[in-house]
């Protein structure tokens, strides 16, 4: 079964706010979407690339990334027609393992037509009315799930999925939802704690520091591909 992974890597980061697009910003040594590359590569058989679209075809994985994040996500799959499992990544996510992906990928085996990583939330929830301060309620955190990527799917029922209109598609908070939304049957894989999103300056230091004791100081990572190497 061929298994394509689709890693999202197209959103400007504005909130880190590095000068260049998020996924190139340099982490631990060498621009962040390359260490989830490496994880991907190593258990996909091929790994299709959504970047800026000014960077489409600098390297040949790379293809056109969309103006929103599922927008993304289905221009790399559309790269992708050969796929029968597709295994969708955050370029934000550098600490992914292969081992996360290789979890999420046997999930599927027992039927279900996606697996999300995700971890149990820690911490009380309360909601208020938006923009108000006042607390309406207490959410029972019991069953609540805060779901990350790796998001792993049937590549088919993805691509059907992703067929809805823009609104719909901008509007999505994830690649689940769309499939859970389609009639898909999903299931969460807890994930480690590790598996961090890098959003803010804080982020990025806290990923870079567990990267650097994952590879061991000085040899923590030199850029492997040449195209990304150039935009670091
Ligand atoms: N992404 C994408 N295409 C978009 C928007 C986001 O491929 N139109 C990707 C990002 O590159 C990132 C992942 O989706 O790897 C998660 O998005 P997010 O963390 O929000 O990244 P950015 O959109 O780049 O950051 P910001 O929202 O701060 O601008
Ligand atoms: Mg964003």
């Keep these: 079964m061929t298994v394509v992974g ?13 000068g260049r697009p998020k996924a190139f910003a340099e982490c631990a040594g060498r ?33 056109a990334g969309a103006a929103c994040r599922s927008g993304s996500v289905r221009a790399a799959l559309s790269a992708a027609p050969e796929a029968v499992l597709a295994v969708v990544h955050d370029a934000a996510r550098p600490l992914l393992t292969p081992g996360l992906v290789e979890s999420c990928l046997a999930a599927l085996e027992e039927g279900w037509d996606g697996a999300v990583a995700a971890a149990p939330l820690t911490d ?24 990350q990527t790796p998001q792993v799917f049937r590549a088919d029922v993805l691509r059907a999925a992703l067929e809805v209109d823009e609104e719909t598609l901008a509007g999505a908070s994830d690649d689940a939802s769309l499939v859970e ?6 299931r969460v894989v807890e994930a480690p704690a590790e598996n961090l999103k890098v959003t803010s300056r804080l982020d990025l230091r806290v990923a870079e520091a567990l990267l650097r004791e994952r590879k061991g100081g ?12 150039a935009r670091a």
């Design 6 to 18: 689709l890693l999202v890597a197209a959103g400007s980061g504005e909130r880190l706010g590095a």
């Design 31 to 63: 621009p962040l979407l390359e260490w989830s590359l490496d994880a991907l590569s190593a258990v996909c058989d091929r790994v299709v690339v959504a970047v800026p679209p000014a960077l489409e075809g600098e390297d040949p994985g790379w293809v």
């Design 124 to 147: 009380t929830l309360k909601e208020t009315r938006p923009g108000e301060t006042r607390v309406v309620r207490t959410l029972q955190r019991r069953g609540l799930w805060a779901v």
């Design 181 to 186: 939304a389609a009639g898909g049957a999903v």
């Design 218 to 229: 000085a040899e923590a990572g030199s850029p492997s591909s040449p195209a990304a190497a």
